[in-house]
């Protein structure tokens, strides 16, 4: 007889006689250790949440493949040019022709930025536009300086100083980088809070408690604390990459997932304190009944993740780990230190609703309730199973077809931020006036026996509007190159600068004709690296357009690559945890139907409701991940208690009666994950948010539809056949 049924078999007697062997004074020592533990390392990590800027890049290239063409000039830049900055374009347009003396109080603005910590000397000349309404000047940002506050500092002085009926912008890579960093900037503290605040709330309603909530939510803060701690001095030492992208999901991640731990275990603790008085025995038993689900959903999750490392993308690579490390610590304080805090508090933490000492009514009910709602949905599962997963399965289905509406193929730069942003305002305005590349060229590194072979090529490029050489001889930092070569500096006669020349290589730059960001851009790059390819000209295309390009190739093949692999992991643990193949099999079709549903309904919001202009490659695999990672989760805790049941009642009763047990606590788990998961919406980064919808959708899909009825109904309508082939398939129930 398994436990389940000796729990609930027959009313049991006093447990005075029951009673752990364990001395009183370690049954006192071992929680008490266990909570200093845990408030010591929240109290070393908590300073480090307002730290991980220190550790942390959204440096798009330093996440690119090493062998990424994009990458490796990257690694190259600095050894043409001896500042090692990001240029911020400064544009500033009138609705009238520039009058000579707004030229001159606008240059002399621009002088005045030197005076800015982080604002690299060297600004280039103003350059007019042909309408006359505009100018641009190129001003260096040193690159290990706060970019956002510079900007900010920067755009604040230029509004200030700048002429009636003129307006400027900072606009290019330092412009975008400030969005960035200023996009992130909540993930410490708005992020957090909103999170928090909606796991308590719903907390509050689910246990109508508040000493219970509050214990949950430390142990989901703990873990959270002590994750950030080992992550921050793993990316201190080099180890892991860290962007502000992973340090959003590593919050959600952890608060969510603790959360839903520590219910499972609440939920296990309420059940033992209704039949065992003595509250060590029944933290005992609680922890032996959460430690095989919490386990195995936990490392599900870790395992899906870790797939991840197979990624050519860094930004992929290292979440996995990253991630893995929160999963961990997840796991660890809910097997640890909330059954350490409800030990110390006992039945009052579940103030005012205190679970009775009541084992005869717990053995008449049979260790199942007989009223609610769950048990309602048990008995009308139990009536019409096969019509029940049919209808569920096809509306899933219709729901899926909407993905072929999903356009994954990648942003431009300036619709990564959500709402105002002054560099995408700042593009557009350059976009009227300029070349739309002005200020993020492509770069070409080549021999330098074949740079007049390579400036050909870009200026035969209808896509790009002038081409220049790196050179140190040059006032500029570069000397334009025509047809004819490298253009002279001053009256005729004058030598043309020498270009500069590292490693026997020169380094090319092209100014696009259209914004770097665009499709048009992209076209021109790829272009251009197939006639440097189809003339032999051995050069390497990058800037950030090529590094757009290249990151999106990256998370295409990562997609098809990685999605099969997380499918087959996922599936084998589930057959070694169930003892089954039938079963596993079920768990994982129907996890990946209501991913492909979740994601077909997204598709259809993110076009027609909030009219978004595309996403990125990798949303679909970081919303498969999670979504089946995580809504395996709930598969999990709903199959094993299935099967603990199964084992003495029969399947198809062990269904009905597994189903009751824990819809409570795996509906509020959904709940808990999906507002974590919501709260990523705070953030205003395209990417955060599109995740945040699929995932806070797809697991409330998972929680009400798919564990609820789609997976129960057809394990029913199956029967024994789904432990094959496994002892169980040929058991028969124990009267």
């Given amino acids: 007889m398994n436990e ?29 250790l266990l909570i200093l533990v845990w408030f010591a390392g929240a ?95 190129f001003v260096p940002v040193d690159s290990s300086s706060e970019v956002g506050d510079v900007v900010s500092e920067m755009s604040a002085q230029l509004r200030a100083a700048a002429p009636d009926g003129v307006e400027s912008f900072v606009t290019g890579p330092a412009g975008f980088t400030a969005d960035l960093v200023e996009a992130f900037s909540g993930i410490d503290g708005i992020l957090l809070l909103v999170a928090l605040i909606a796991v308590f709330i719903i907390l ?33 030492a080099g180890v892991l990459l860290l962007s502000g992208q992973t340090q959003g999901i590593l919050f959600i991640l952890v608060i969510g997932a603790a959360t839903d731990y520590s219910l499972l275990y609440v939920s296990r603790y309420r059940e033992e304190l209704r039949v065992q008085q003595d509250k060590w025995t029944a933290t005992m ?42 999963i961990v610590f997840a796991m660890l304080s809910a097997l640890t230190l909330l059954p350490s805090i409800l030990f110390a508090f006992g039945r009052a933490g579940f103030w005012p609703r205190r679970p009775k000492y009541e084992p005869e009514v717990v053995a008449a009910e049979g260790g199942v309730p007989s009223r609610g709602l769950w048990p309602r949905v048990g008995r009308l599962i139990r009536r019409r199973p096969r019509a029940i997963w049919i209808v569920t399965a096809v509306v899933l289905l219709i729901g899926a077809m909407g993905v072929t509406q999903l356009q994954a193929q990648g942003v431009p730069q300036s619709d990564l931020v959500l709402g105002a942003s002054e560099a995408r305002d700042g593009q ?25 072979t390579a400036a050909d090529v870009l200026l035969g490029s209808d896509g790009v509007d002038g081409v220049a050489v790196l050179s140190t001889d040059s006032p500029s930092g570069t000397a334009p190159v025509t047809a004819d070569g490298i253009s002279a ?11 500069t020349v590292s490693e026997g290589e020169v380094l090319l730059q092209g100014t696009l004709t259209d914004a770097a960001d665009s499709a048009a851009a992209e076209q021109t790059v790829r272009e251009l690296r197939a006639a440097f390819a189809a003339d032999g000209t051995d050069a390497l295309v990058g800037g950030v357009t090529a590094t757009a390009i290249d990151t999106n190739d990256a998370s295409i093949h990562d997609r098809t690559l990685i999605i099969p692999i997380v499918l087959l992991v996922i599936l084998v643990i589930l057959m070694l945890l169930l003892r089954s193949v039938v079963a596993p099999v079920l768990l994982v079709l ?4 209501s991913f492909g549903t979740a994601l077909g309904v997204s598709a259809l919001v993110f076009d027609f409701v909030f009219d978004f202009p595309g996403a990125d490659p990798a949303v679909p695999l970081y919303g498969f991940v999670f979504l089946v990672a995580l809504g395996i989760d709930y598969n999990i805790f709903l199959a094993t208690r299935i099967r603990e049941e199964s084992l003495h009642h029969g399947t198809r009763e062990g269904i009905i009666r597994g189903l009751s047990v824990t819809g409570g606590v795996i509906t509020s788990a959904g709940l808990v994950l999906a507002a974590t998961f919501a709260a990523l919406s705070v953030i205003p980064i ?11 959708f797809g697991v409330l899909l998972d929680t009400f539809i798919v564990r609820a009825l789609l997976v129960p109904a057809l394990m029913y309508d199956i029967g024994p056949a789904v432990w094959w082939p496994s002892k169980l398939s040929r058991r028969r129930a124990v009267a």
């Fill in 489 to 499: 500096f001053g009256p005729p006669g004058t030598p043309a600068p020498e270009p």
């Fill in 428 to 452: 557009a305005a350059l976009g009227e006036h300029f070349p739309g590349g002005s200020g993020s060229p492509v770069s070409v590194l080549v021999a330098e026996d074949q740079l007049q």
């Fill in 686 to 696: 395209l990417f955060l948010a599109q995740i945040s919808f699929i995932v806070a």
């Fill in 590 to 593: 129907t996890t990946v139907v």
């Fill in 204 to 236: 509050i309603v689910v246990y109508r408690s508040f000493l219970l909530p509050v214990a949950v939510l430390a142990t989901s803060l703990f873990a959270l604390t002590v994750a950030l701690l080992t992550v921050w001095w793993l990316a201190k």
């Fill in 4 to 32: 389940s049924s000796r729990r609930h078999a027959a009313p049991l007697a006093p447990d005075t006689a029951r009673r752990s062997r364990v001395p009183r004074w370690l049954r006192i020592l071992l929680p008490a």
């Fill in 285 to 326: 038993r609680a922890i032996r009944g959460s430690f095989e689900p919490i386990l195995a959903s936990g490392g599900t999750v870790i395992a899906g993740l870790l797939c991840l490392l197979f990624s050519d993308l860094k930004s992929n690579s290292s979440l996995g780990p990253v991630a893995s490390i929160g």
């Fill in 43 to 137: 109290g070393v990590g908590g300073p480090y949440f307002g730290k991980v800027s220190e550790v942390s890049s959204n440096d798009q290239t330093s996440y690119l493949p090493e062998s990424a063409d994009a990458t490796r000039v990257q690694e190259r830049l600095g050894d043409f040019s001896e500042q090692n900055a990001i240029p911020a374009v400064i544009v500033f347009a009138g609705s009238e022709r520039l009058s000579d003396a707004q030229v001159e109080q606008l240059q002399t603005a621009v002088d005045d930025l030197a005076s800015i910590d982080g604002v690299l000397p060297d600004a280039s000349p103003m350059i007019p536009s042909e309408d006359g309404l505009a100018l641009e000047v």
